[in-house]
């Protein structure tokens, strides 16, 4: 039997197996601490993350302010590495799954 898609059809399975690629979006957070300088923070994540340093310092002080702060989006494969690296260098990450 030959079944025709319309167009939105053909979109929605071209994105879902765009997305069976790339994997689920995961979301590495870090958490604020009582030892680490805002300083050292906006470092790991210039170097590390490659923000640029303004961006690092809003991140910085929103985990002050907050708690905590998404500092980048991507699959877990991606995120894994930095989370590592931040953990190495002192600071408290994790990765979430984002829910879909």
């Not at 790339?22 to 805002?38: E, I």
Request: with cysteine; aromatic share 8%; glycine share 4%.
């Amino acid at each position: 039997m030959i079944k025709f898609h319309t167009q939105e059809e053909t979109d929605v399975l071209v994105l879902e197996e765009v997305l069976e690629e790339v994997g689920n979006q995961s979301q590495l957070v870090v958490y604020n601490d009582d030892h680490n300088t805002f300083d050292w923070v906006i470092e790991c994540f210039t170097e590390i993350l490659k923000h640029s340093s303004e961006q690092a310092e809003q991140l910085a002080m929103i985990i002050h302010f907050k708690g905590k702060a998404i500092v980048k989006t991507a699959v877990f494969s991606e995120l894994k590495p930095h989370k590592d690296a931040l953990i190495d260098r002192g600071l408290s990450a994790v990765i979430e799954e984002i829910p879909a």
